[in-house]
Structures are given as structure tokens and as C-alpha cells.
């Protein structure tokens, strides 16, 4: 049993961890910038209070100041050193030089006022005397740091906000157009389906009525009238007949009668049953000899249709006064490999990749041939049915050649 993949859902489903991991992406380089700016933030506080203390002792003991956030064993503070403008002044310029332009609180290591959440704080050691092993603690409080975090920040919140919401915007529209072109395809192709059963019913009620009618005035056998209205029939019959194989795989009511066809002669009753049309245009076909007891498992009638298509538009897209038409098949390893090659118009290089779609011909200037457009569409969808695939080389004003490889 084979699963059928949803597209447009698989489609949404992807968009929405797209979105997923932008986010977390995004949140974690946010967290990641965050971090990195406080650790700027402490690194110029720790380093503008050593300077401080080194300009205020004039460098006596500046080889045992060692400034970071760290815990300590924290000592009373000298007498008067907070108090001291001159070191206010000294710790004030400090903190400018390296861009730390916040008010902040000096306290005593003693002083718990400031130990509120989010209250950001450096202790440094600061000699009272001479001997380095008693060292004294200052600390300073930054009230405002967390307001001077979240603008500092602001520029990267904002940025990440909007290509979210760009980023989502994008992938929303992109979805809802999906879904609207799906609907509308879904509704084109209930419609030609529709279009396609109803008009196979009076193309067979007009059939059966043209048979009845030369049957009861023998006059009318060779009315060329006659002859033109029974293959404008057929013709017609054949274009809603593709509508409705084309339709089926999509639909997935479809299977193949598979059974073992020798190509020789399948491709002998195409080329006799076109015999009137090749003989119209003075064509020359020739099959290519190969082994009477070449074959392969398939669809009789479906590849007889494939076939028959290939050769009808060697006919018709040729403007030499003598077309000619080679079919060939060679065996391989794996299966057979049947070529159509003919003398035609060809294919301009930019529709290759279009040839194969439906309602879509090849066509130079205003040469436009009848038909929908079907037929190579209908070929490939039975050859991918038959697990193969078809190709095209073609050259303008030079003819093309189409390979169809059928496994075996």
C-alpha cells in the first residue's frame, strides 16, 4: 500500500519548525549577546575601580589590587575612604574613561542595603596599609543596570522581532498562496474531469448514430463527409479519453493490465492504423529491424496510445513536403529502450522542460498545431506508471528524437 504524502500540510508543517528553530536561534543568540554585554560591562567596571585605587594610592599597592565580582573574605573598609572626595572624583573619571557613564553607589562590604535582586556589585581590594596580607574591600552598586542592560539591548530585541515577524509574515503568505493554488488546481481538474465525461456520452451517442446511418444508406460509405465527421469523432473521442487517464494516477484509481507484449508488432499495428494519415502526408516510416521475440511486461493499450501519439506528432509538427519517421528498439540490461526520431520543426532548448506538462506544446512564432496539449503529458504519465521514464533530444529545424525506456 503505498502512502500519499500531503503536500501542502508537509509544506506547513516544515514552515512551522522553520519558525520553531528561528526562534530558538534567535533567543539564543539574544541570551548569548546578553551575556557577553554584561561580561564588557564588568570587565570595564573591574578595570576603571583598579585604575582608581592605583591613582589613588599612586601605585603603591596596585600590585595587590584584583578587581572582579567574585566572594571574599571582606575586611572594614580604611576610615574615610568612601567619604573621600578625592577618590569619588579619582573612581568617577575612572568609570567615564572606560564608557561606564551609570550612577553607582560606593558602600563598605559591611553595608547589606544593596544586596536587592538584579543589584549589580564589584569588590575590590584595597590596601589600608602596607603589609598586602590585610587587605579592605570596596564595593559598588549599579541600581540602573539592569534599565542600561535592556537598552543597551534594545537595538538587538527589536532587530530579532521584526525578522520573526518578516520570517513568519513570508512563510504564512507562502502557505496561504499554496493552498489557494491547490484549491484552484483541484478545481480545474474536477472540471476538465467533468468537462471529459460529459462530452464522451454524445461523442459515442454521435458515433453510434453515424454508424446507424451509414448502415441504412450504403450511398454514404464513401461520403467524404461521412469519412471527415468519423474522424473528427474519434479525434475528439481520443482527447477526453486522455483527460480521463491523466486524471486517474492523481486520483489514485488507476491500475495497469500488465502482460507480456512483444514491440515488434505493436509498433506494426500503430504505424497501419495511421496508415491514412502517413499516406496524406507522403511520409516515409520505417521500423528499424530488431528481434521478432523482443518484449516486456505492460499495458497493451496504454503503450499502444503512447506510441501512436509519438508517431501522430512526428506527423504533425513536420513541415517538410516528405517527412520521415524511424522507429526503433534495442534491448538492454535492464529493459528496452524504443526510440522515435523524426525530421520535424524540433523543439526550441527553453521547452524541453515544458513539452512534458499538460496544456503545454512546443510552438515557434504562431506555428500551433490542434490539439490540448495532452498527449506528451499522457506519455509520460504511463511510462513513470510502467517504472520508466522518457527523454527527448531535438535540434529546431532539425527533428527530434524521443526515447522511452520500459524496464523489463
Same mark, same amino acid.
Given at each position: 500500500m503505498k502512502f500519499k504524502i500531503n503536500q501542502p500540510m508537509a509544506l506547513l508543517m516544515a514552515s512551522i519548525l522553520a519558525v520553531v528553530g528561528l526562534v530558538v536561534f534567535q533567543l539564543s543568540w539574544m541570551f548569548h549577546t546578553h551575556k557577553l554585554t554584561e561580561e564588557l560591562f564588568e570587565e570595564r567596571v573591574c578595570m576603571a575601580m583598579c585604575s582608581a585605587i592605583e591613582k589613588h594610592e599612586n601605585g603603591e599597592n596596585s600590585n595587590f589590587a584584583a578587581c572582579g565580582p567574585g566572594q571574599g573574605t571582606e575586611k572594614q573598609l580604611a576610615a574615610g575612604t568612601i567619604e573621600d572626595p578625592a577618590f569619588n572624583h579619582i573612581l568617577r573619571n575612572s568609570l567615564s574613561e572606560y564608557n561606564v557613564n551609570l550612577p553607582y553607589q560606593l558602600r563598605s562590604p559591611e553595608d547589606q542595603s544593596s544586596n536587592s535582586p538584579g543589584t549589580y556589585s564589584c569588590k575590590v581590594p584595597v590596601s589600608n596599609t602596607n603589609n598586602a596580607n590585610n587587605p579592605a574591600y570596596v564595593r559598588l552598586d549599579f541600581p540602573g543596570k539592569s534599565l542600561f542592560m535592556m537598552k543597551r539591548m534594545q537595538a538587538t530585541v527589536v532587530a530579532t522581532f521584526l525578522i520573526l515577524l518578516f520570517t513568519i509574515l513570508v512563510l504564512l503568505y507562502a502557505n496561504w498562496a499554496l493552498l489557494k493554488q491547490k484549491r484552484l488546481l483541484q478545481t480545474n481538474v474536477d472540471f476538465f474531469?467533468?468537462?471529459?465525461?460529459? &462530452? $464522451?456520452?454524445?461523442?459515442?451517442?454521435? $458515433?453510434?448514430? @453515424?454508424?446507424?446511418?451509414?448502415?441504412?444508406? %450504403? +450511398?454514404?460509405?464513401?461520403?467524404?463527409?461521412?469519412?471527415?465527421?468519423?474522424?473528427?469523432?474519434? $479525434?475528439?473521442?481520443?482527447? *477526453?479519453?486522455? *483527460? @480521463?487517464?491523466?486524471?486517474?494516477?492523481?486520483? #489514485? +484509481? &488507476?491500475?495497469?493490465?500488465?502482460?507480456?507484449?512483444?514491440? @515488434?508488432?505493436?509498433?506494426?499495428?500503430?504505424?497501419?492504423?495511421?496508415?491514412?494519415?502517413?499516406?496524406?502526408? %507522403?511520409?516515409?516510416? !520505417?521500423?528499424?529491424?530488431?528481434?521478432?521475440? @523482443?518484449?516486456?511486461? #505492460?499495458?497493451?493499450?496504454?503503450?499502444?496510445? *503512447? &506510441?501512436?501519439?509519438?508517431?501522430?506528432?512526428?506527423?504533425?509538427?513536420?513541415?517538410?513536403?516528405?517527412?520521415?519517421?524511424?522507429?526503433?528498439?534495442?534491448?538492454?540490461?535492464?529493459?528496452?529502450?524504443?526510440?522515435?526520431?523524426?525530421?520535424?520543426? #524540433?523543439?526550441?532548448?527553453?521547452?524541453?522542460?515544458?513539452?512534458?506538462?499538460?496544456?503545454? $506544446?512546443?510552438?515557434?512564432?504562431? %506555428?500551433?498545431?490542434?490539439?490540448?496539449?495532452?498527449?506528451?503529458?499522457?506519455?509520460?504519465?504511463?511510462?513513470?506508471?510502467?517504472? #520508466?521514464? *522518457?527523454?527527448?533530444?531535438? !535540434?529546431?529545424?532539425?527533428?527530434?528524437?524521443?526515447?522511452?525506456?520500459?524496464?523489463?
Open positions: 474531469n467533468n468537462m471529459a465525461h460529459e &462530452f $464522451r456520452t454524445p461523442l459515442a451517442n454521435m $458515433r453510434l448514430a @453515424l454508424n446507424m446511418l451509414t448502415k441504412k444508406n %450504403q +450511398d454514404l460509405q464513401a461520403n467524404p463527409l461521412v469519412d471527415t465527421l468519423r474522424s473528427e469523432n474519434k $479525434r475528439m473521442m481520443n482527447e *477526453v479519453e486522455r *483527460v @480521463l487517464y491523466l486524471a486517474k494516477p492523481q486520483e #489514485g +484509481d &488507476f491500475a495497469l493490465k500488465k502482460e507480456q507484449i512483444q514491440i @515488434l508488432p505493436l509498433l506494426n499495428s500503430v504505424v497501419q492504423d495511421l496508415n491514412m494519415k502517413i499516406e496524406a502526408r %507522403q511520409a516515409k516510416v !520505417e521500423i528499424e529491424a530488431m528481434p521478432p521475440e @523482443l518484449s516486456f511486461e #505492460g499495458d497493451r493499450q496504454h503503450l499502444y496510445n *503512447v &506510441f501512436r501519439n509519438l508517431v501522430e506528432n512526428a506527423l504533425k509538427y513536420n513541415q517538410s513536403e516528405h517527412p520521415e519517421i524511424k522507429l526503433a528498439a534495442l534491448a538492454t540490461e535492464k529493459g528496452i529502450m524504443v526510440s522515435v526520431e523524426d525530421n520535424g520543426i #524540433g523543439i526550441p532548448a527553453h521547452q524541453k522542460s515544458q513539452i512534458f506538462e499538460r496544456f503545454q $506544446r512546443a510552438h515557434q512564432g504562431d %506555428q500551433y498545431e490542434k490539439g490540448f496539449g495532452l498527449g506528451l503529458a499522457y506519455v509520460k504519465c504511463i511510462v513513470k506508471l510502467h517504472q #520508466g521514464f *522518457v527523454r527527448v533530444n531535438s !535540434e529546431v529545424n532539425k527533428g527530434s528524437r524521443f526515447e522511452l525506456f520500459l524496464p523489463a
